[in-house]
């Protein structure tokens, strides 16, 4: 079995030659192009693009009106903008090992009318599946991409991360790939390193251990995954922010505004101190959304804000006495 792919770039090529020769027919219409004779006089015929009109030169006879222009009806002036206009073909994705440019045979059992198929034809249509699956991942490196990348869908989906958040693990785990980074190294490991690694540079609140809970592999090889592959990649991650974790907690221990305005402003006045650095942002977030609801007279819990959380009850009471000592300095 043969299969036929499409390049993306010749197909923006193909848009983009008919884009231009449009444009340029449109801008020059003092110099239309010339095409065939008259049938009248025999004399050159030109073609208006702007008013879609082809007429003589000669005598005016008008050879067509209202021609379709078949070409795009937008333009675009560099590649991001073309890429999100163009409507050739599926969108590319970083989280299918071919970018979604291969060809997929689906699962129904049914012809173009809905009819369902024959036996015969099922079993055909079953190899032909199998065959198709072969050839999408042809060698060992497609094939680590396939799962490694399928694994990032799960995870991103049971933790709900933002569309974003999964292309940049794509293309995280690539680079690793392209790097040979991975022999040696578990599959499931790097590819939960690489969503965790993503979902810091998108500045998401989410903790380490949350992506340890939905990894096939133990916590510890996370962590030492995520070491390397911000390391070997250089990745750019800037130090986690306490205060992006407030809305979440807040949320889910629907304490009221005043209370988590409170707790932003004790992890304010601890940043301005430098009491943050070293210390866990979830720990000081938990800590913070504890002492503001607990001025507010919430009524929350430290046992309810470690279950939220996922911070131990000793974190918390160390830290909230800590951001209690240094705003009461602050106020001194």
């Not at 020059?28 to 006089?41: H, K, Y």
């Not at 004399?43 to 007429?55: F, I, P």
């Not at 045979?105 to 099922?122: H, Q």
């Not at 251990?209 to 750019?236: C, I």
Request: with cysteine; charged share 35%.
């Amino acid at each position: 079995m043969t299969q036929t792919t499409f390049s993306r770039e010749d197909q923006y090529a193909a848009e983009s030659d008919a884009t231009s020769e449009h444009v340029a027919e449109s801008d020059a219409t003092s110099e239309p192009s010339v095409e065939r004779s008259c049938p009248e006089c025999s004399g050159s015929v030109l073609r208006d693009e702007e008013r879609g009109e082809a007429a003589c030169r000669d005598c005016g006879l008008v050879l067509d009106e209202d021609a379709i222009d078949r070409g795009p009806e937008w333009r675009s002036f560099d590649g991001e903008d073309r890429d999100g206009k163009s409507r050739v073909g599926a969108p590319t994705t970083e989280l299918m090992h071919d970018r979604g440019l291969s060809t997929n045979i689906g699962w129904r059992d049914e012809d173009a009318y809905g009819e369902r198929l024959s036996s015969r034809k099922r079993n055909r249509m079953r190899r032909l599946r199998t065959w198709d699956e072969r050839f999408r991942a042809k060698d060992a490196r497609e094939r680590n991409l396939k799962q490694a990348l399928g694994e990032i869908s799960r995870m991103a989906s049971a933790l709900d991360l933002a569309e974003p958040v999964r292309e940049t693990a794509g293309v995280v785990y690539r680079r690793a790939v392209e790097e040979d980074l991975l022999p040696g190294r578990s599959i499931e490991g790097m590819a939960t390193a690489a969503l965790y690694a993503a979902a810091r540079q998108h500045g998401a609140p989410r903790r380490v251990t949350e992506f340890g809970d939905v990894s096939r592999v133990e916590q510890t090889r996370v962590d030492r995954a995520y070491r390397y592959l911000s390391r070997e990649l250089g990745l750019a991650i800037e130090p986690e922010d306490p205060a992006n974790y407030l809305p979440q907690f807040a949320s889910s221990l629907d304490v009221s505004d005043e209370a988590e305005r409170l707790a932003r402003d004790l992890l304010r006045v601890a940043k301005d101190h430098n009491r943050h650095s070293g210390k866990s942002p979830a720990g000081l977030a938990a800590a913070a959304i504890y002492a503001g609801s607990k001025l507010t007279n919430q009524g929350v819990t430290q046992g309810d804000v470690s279950d939220v959380s996922d911070v131990s009850r000793v974190t918390i009471r160390d830290r909230y006495q800590e951001l209690l000592d240094v705003y009461a300095e602050r106020d001194g």
